[in-house]
């Protein structure tokens, strides 16, 4: 099914263990981004990507890393989990940055941090 | 102060009834704007963009006043399902943050 899916929806994972979140969009689009939702700060931007093998940092990227060897895929990880990063991590994409037809989002990853 | 800011609420309205958000931003220099609906422990979905000769979509009617640097979302004839919060986006192609989101405003349509 075409779509935007994260995996997985659910992950508890202890301190200082690595841990990726999987982003799969079948649109091509060419734009991809991952959010981090927190109560007080709403959504925001921890890294996206432009373009296969584009990458660039958003608001919040320490202790993240991206790859993006596919169009098709962005993922996110987390390479020594700390409390802090317990959070909802939302994946999306889009043809355009800032354009009329808005983001299209995942249905999130709920991660605790132990 | 934030850069896009909007009442938290909760609004509690009757269902049928119309209720209306305000967002405020305060780079003059967003050039699109957008309402977005997420429902509890959901993703957002895009709602409507925002134009400034104003825009409808059935029920929701958006508007944007640059002078006052501010967006409205209007919605008619309230249903049980539009029960959700609704976010409020501003975009600036100079901010390498892309799209600066409010914290949201929740509605809550009662029967």
């Known amino acids: 099914d075409a779509g935007i899916t994260q995996s997985p929806r659910y992950k508890i994972t202890e301190t200082g263990r690595q841990v990726t979140l999987m982003c799969h969009q079948t649109?091509?689009?060419?734009?991809m981004f991952w959010y981090r939702q927190d109560l007080g700060h709403g959504l925001r931007l921890i890294y996206y990507?432009?373009?296969?093998?584009?990458?660039d940092k958003g608001e919040v990227p320490d202790g993240y890393v991206v790859s993006r060897s596919k169009t098709e895929n962005f993922p996110l990880t987390l390479e020594s989990a700390t409390r802090s990063q317990t959070s909802v991590y939302f994946c999306?994409?889009?043809?355009?940055?800032?354009?009329?037809?808005?983001?299209?989002f995942g249905s999130g990853t709920r991660l605790t941090v132990v | 102060r934030k850069e896009v800011e909007q009442d938290p609420g909760p609004f509690n309205v009757p269902e049928g009834a119309t209720v209306a958000f305000n967002c405020t931003y305060s780079?003059?220099?967003?050039?699109?704007f957008f309402w977005y609906r997420q429902d509890c422990r959901k993703e957002p979905k895009l709602l409507m963009s925002v134009y400034s000769s104003g825009n409808e979509d059935g029920r929701f009617t958006a508007q944007l006043n640059r002078a006052s640097q501010y967006i409205s979302l209007l919605i008619r004839d309230s249903k049980l399902s539009d029960s959700a919060t609704y976010l409020c986006?501003?975009?600036?192609?100079?901010?390498?943050?892309?799209?600066?989101w409010g914290l949201g405003t929740s509605l809550a349509v009662n029967p």
């Open positions: 990507s432009a373009a296969a093998d584009i990458t």
């Open positions: 780079n003059s220099a967003s050039q699109s």
């Open positions: 986006v501003a975009y600036n192609a100079g901010n390498n943050r892309k799209l600066i």
């Open positions: 649109w091509s689009h060419s734009y």
């Open positions: 999306a994409s889009s043809d355009q940055v800032g354009g009329n037809l808005g983001y299209t």
